[in-house]
């Protein structure tokens, strides 16, 4: 028998269900990045660099200054595809370069508000399985760097020595 704690809706922890899918944040280096994109916020992010690795200042509207494109709030994953093919237009235009760096980096947010708590508990579950080779196909650059630390690096899960699963006592 299941517990019942594990029937209740994410909404337990007092955040209000909401309606879509997920939220997305892109992390862009490079020179001439749009400040503004209809259908996305455009922020600063202190973990990007200008170029040559150069620090930028907040609020500074430099030609190398990095920005960071986040959706609008939750969007459904089928409205997906053609937001980020309207970003990447944008990212094509005129003087635009997007320079790949180990610091730019793509989050995905899944909205779970809407679903229980034994579903959470599951995609965490299955996430922890899946990450090591999710941050394989990463690349060099990304796997093992402090900007794309893993959550089995973090801290934040419990461990146990690899010793004890499956063996019988």
Known sequence: MKHPALAAKMTFLGVAAKTGDLGVELEIEGDHLPKTVDGWDVHTEGSLRGRDGRSVSPGENEVDTPREYVTHGVISINDLPSDLNHLCAYLKRGKTTVRLTPRASTHIHVNMTNDT?????????????????????????????????????????????????GRRR
């Open 117 to 165: 708590f034994q579903t959470y508990l599951n995609f965490i579950c299955l996430f922890t399985m899946a990450e090591p080779i999710l941050l394989r196909l990463c690349g060099p650059q990304r796997n093992g760097n402090l900007f794309c630390l893993p959550s089995y690096e973090s801290g934040d899960l419990p461990s146990a020595p690899p010793a004890h699963f």
